[in-house]
């Protein structure tokens, strides 16, 4: 199965409960997509489930719409994921993790084509020229937080939950130090939450024997410094992770994929799978990214996208997809890691991901005492 991440925000006053989806790669907080629109009936009903801000029944008041904006989404090498929405823009108070953000611009949807849920935007601008602050940056400015810096905890594919923590990290949910990566630019130039991909690899479960391979990523021809390795976007909008063909072959390879289908899929044995009936210990392998001097070890068996079929047998596809666009790193590489998305600083801090119970070990950043309430919860949704 496939799963999505969302949080749940209140909008308004009496509050508007809407799950929005958790996304690191784009920046824009809006609601309301059109769910008549929904490919299927299932989308449409889990859309409708998602629930709906209505300006006029906010006392705040709310004010807007202040004018609007056309947005895209997707891969530009593959119109199979390529979205839009319109949306009208509007102020009025907005609750997160606890954090009440006052005042605070987002995005009602007057037409979308193919969204089946709002976004929680936490990137920095793409364009660097907003006449409006960010959500993150509204926390800031409105003491909420004291550094423009959130900490994302996606979890393993078998939990039900995992967390944001809006101005500091939780010390519970991470192992060895935090290495620190800059931000660099996405493909074509524009600010991305992106940082060097220096290595790919694979090391071999016990059941498997062999040893561990890694193979160095190269960035493009026109980057200063291409041996440091090639810019990757963290996208926690995006399910599977999406590499160039020369990145993603001997990953292939080492997964024993079979020929890339119709749909961009890569089918795998599902022997390998968390969640398969075919085996009651699935692998311990691991598909490994390095960044910097820090290696992100996946377990396969969460790596692995399980689906149902359409004859209802089980089908297993590598979490990845060829592009020729920006390279991403989604969910089935994020869940792995603990991300530390520093915008103040311009950095990304990263560590590999672990359970050391429950209650966390919060820590503010930038001094103060921690806000109450600004860890938020991200929920798990079938993708479907």
Partial sequence: MAF???????????????????????????VNPDCSSAPTESQKRQCDSFGRYEPSRSNTPPSGPHGSEDIKYGDPSDASTQTSVSIDYYRDVVSLGGAVVSNQTLGVVSRSRGQTQGILGLAPTLRGDEPYSLVLSSMAAQGLIHARLFSLDLRSKGDEAG?????????????????????????????????????????????????????????????????????VMLDSGTTLSRLHAEVAAPLLSALDAGPRRSDGYYPVPCSSSSSSSSSSTPSRATVDFTFGRKTIRVPVSDFILDMDGSSGERECYAGLVVTESQQILGDSVLRAGYFVFDWDNGAVHVAQAVDCGVGGDVLPVGGGVFPRGSLGGVGRFPLL
């Fill in 4 to 30: 999505f991440y969302s949080a749940e925000v209140d909008i308004g006053s009496p509050p508007q409960r809407v799950s929005v989806l958790v996304d690191t790669g784009s920046s824009e907080l809006w």
């Fill in 163 to 231: 967390a944001v923590v809006y101005g500091g990290v939780d010390r519970a949910r991470f192992a060895g130090g935090l290495e620190r990566c800059a931000m660099v630019d996405g493909s074509e130039g524009e600010r991305r939450l992106a940082i060097k991909l220096a290595a790919v690899g694979y090391t071999p479960g016990p059941e498997e024997g062999g040893s561990v391979r890694t193979w160095r990523v190269r960035g493009s021809e026109s980057d200063p410094d291409p041996d440091s390795g090639a810019s």
